[in-house]
């Protein structure tokens, strides 16, 4: 089982990414209660978390550095507005069964590997 992300790349200050989980090898991805959550990790820093969003419920976490300007505007997509270079990072979902966002990573039970997402100024 594992999850895949897309929708990285390199965008200017100001631009907007789309990114997007999937998930393979594993029925009860996008089944039932879960969570997935939005970590990112530049160089040279720990990974951080950004967003999570449960479903069916809806309910959505998200890190104030993002705050406004991202959007987990399903399960599987992470809308990321107005970003700026310290967006910078490579960009991972995971996936946890059960109910509750978490911006903790041990509520998370599968990652996908990431994508890269650059912003230049």
């Known amino acids: 089982a594992q999850l895949m992300e897309s929708g990285g790349g390199l965008v200017q200050a100001g631009d907007s990414l789309r990114l997007s989980c999937g998930g393979s090898?594993?029925?009860?991805?996008?089944?039932?209660?879960?969570?997935i959550g939005w970590f990112r990790q530049a160089p040279g820093k720990e990974r951080e978390f950004v967003s999570c969003?449960?479903?069916p419920e809806g309910s959505a976490d998200y890190a104030d550095s993002v705050k406004g300007r991202f959007t987990a505007d399903s399960t599987v997509s992470l809308q990321m507005n107005n970003l700026r270079p310290e967006d910078t990072a490579i960009y991972a979902c995971?996936?946890?069964?059960?109910?509750?966002?978490?911006?903790?990573?041990?509520?998370?039970?599968?990652w996908g590997r990431g994508t890269q997402v650059t912003v230049s100024s």
């Open positions: 995971a996936w946890g069964a059960g109910f509750g966002c978490s911006r903790h990573t041990q509520r998370y039970d599968y």
């Open positions: 090898g594993f029925a009860g991805f996008f089944r039932a209660n879960y969570v």
């Open positions: 969003v449960t479903s």
